[in-house]
């Protein structure tokens, strides 16, 4: 018999246990192949003992509508600059990839769902020779390889309920209402929620805001009387003069915590001598939880049965991707290349100022 290893790493996404699903139900049907998981990212494969689990159909069973993963994940234990808390209490990153190649030996195939990040670990392990294959995620749609990831339509829709309910009360109370989403370095959960639900303000990490443009906006809405501006905003946007608003960096994380910047807006328009209430909504993980909508499940399911179907014909070192509406593979180079962030030039851009929404460039 033959063992694929898949394994979910990095913040968690609605669609990763469709993906599960896909590959264990693909692998199934070539009868040669046992499928197995590892829990919390490669930690499963590292710790001692170690925490690989079969996957077994009654483990699988209806779990594509589920969010989460039942794999569990982790963004803080990369394999090649793993963690190791001092008796200092400091923390010192060690590369454990040799030890994690020789672990991982009895396997014929790995699929490592996960970012940029978890790409960039399938690539090392790739060049040392481990059958890997990646399925790109991330709820921030932020991978150049693939024109959409799973989890990113899901991650709209709820910011968009969000911002519709927020509409309405800030049509009732007259108010501006600062909603902040995630998208750490790219816009693209912003940009889409403030054309779904109608923004006046979208404000994203690739353009950053003249604070002065943004009262002139909110004025111009009042001028008649009683007003209301409801502004989307990305948790990395920033001013043209100033920098991203982070919380404290997290022990053994390899980045810097974002969040809060609906607060800092808020006191930079008033600053600014907006005369407006203004209240904030910072939406949070709430963006990256529940049931994935058809769309991520059918593209989360689509990439499963693509992942196995390329470790069954032996083809690894790829990340599986969609473009131009096919699914199909990249190199592990190609997938890590470059970001996919939003240009100002582009026509979603374009066409969201056409609708109106001003983003402070
Ligand atoms: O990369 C996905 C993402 O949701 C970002 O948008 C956000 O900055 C980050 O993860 C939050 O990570 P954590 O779950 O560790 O707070």
Not at 8 to 17: I, K, R, S
Not at 174 to 190: C, F, N, T
Not at 213 to 224: A, D, F, M, N, Q
Request: aromatic share 6%; proline share 3%; with cysteine.
């Amino acid at each position: 018999m033959k063992k694929v290893l898949v394994l979910t790493g990095g913040g968690d996404c609605p669609g990763l246990n469709a993906v599960i699903r896909a590959v264990a139900k693909r692998a199934r049907k070539e009868k040669n192949w046992e499928i197995y998981g590892s829990i919390e990212a490669f930690n499963g494969v590292l710790n001692e003992p170690q925490e690989i689990v079969r996957l077994t159909s009654s483990r699988t069973k209806g779990i594509h509508v589920k969010g989460g993963t039942i794999l569990k994940t982790t963004n803080k234990s990369n394999p090649i600059k793993f963690p190791v808390t001092q008796k200092d209490g400091t923390v010192k990153f060690e590369d454990r990839s040799d030890e994690l190649v020789k672990r991982l030996k009895g396997f014929d195939a790995v699929i490592n769902i996960g970012g940029d990040g978890s790409q960039k670990i399938s690539k090392v392990l790739f060049d040392k020779g481990i059958p890997i294959i990646g399925v790109p995620k991330t709820i921030d749609n932020d991978l150049s390889a693939t024109d959409m990831t799973f989890g990113f339509q899901t991650a709209v829709q709820i910011a968009s309920d969000a911002f519709d309910k927020l509409v309405t009360t800030a049509e009732s109370h007259h108010r501006v209402m600062i909603m902040e989403v995630m998208g750490r370095d790219a816009g693209w959960i912003a940009l889409h929620t403030a054309i779904a639900g109608g923004a006046e303000i979208c404000l994203i990490p690739e353009i950053p805001y003249d604070i002065n443009k943004l009262v002139k906006k909110i004025e111009s809405r009042y001028k008649k009387g009683r007003g209301f501006v409801n502004i989307v905003i990305a948790e990395g946007a920033k001013p043209k003069e100033g920098t991203v608003t982070a919380s404290a960096g997290e022990k053994g994380s390899e980045h810097v915590r974002l969040g809060g910047v609906a607060y800092q807006l808020s006191k930079q328009l008033k600053d600014a001598g907006c005369q407006a209430e203004i209240r904030e909504t910072v939406l949070g993980h709430v963006q990256r939880g529940g049931t994935p909508v058809a769309f991520d499940r059918i593209l989360a399911s689509l990439f499963g049965v693509k992942a196995m179907e390329l470790a069954i014909n032996g083809e690894f070192g790829k990340m599986v991707a969609y473009k131009n509406n096919s699914i199909t593979y990249v190199s592990f180079e190609e997938a890590t290349r470059q970001q996919n962030v939003v240009k100002k030039s582009s026509y979603l851009v374009q066409a969201a100022k056409g609708l109106g929404i001003t983003f402070g460039d």
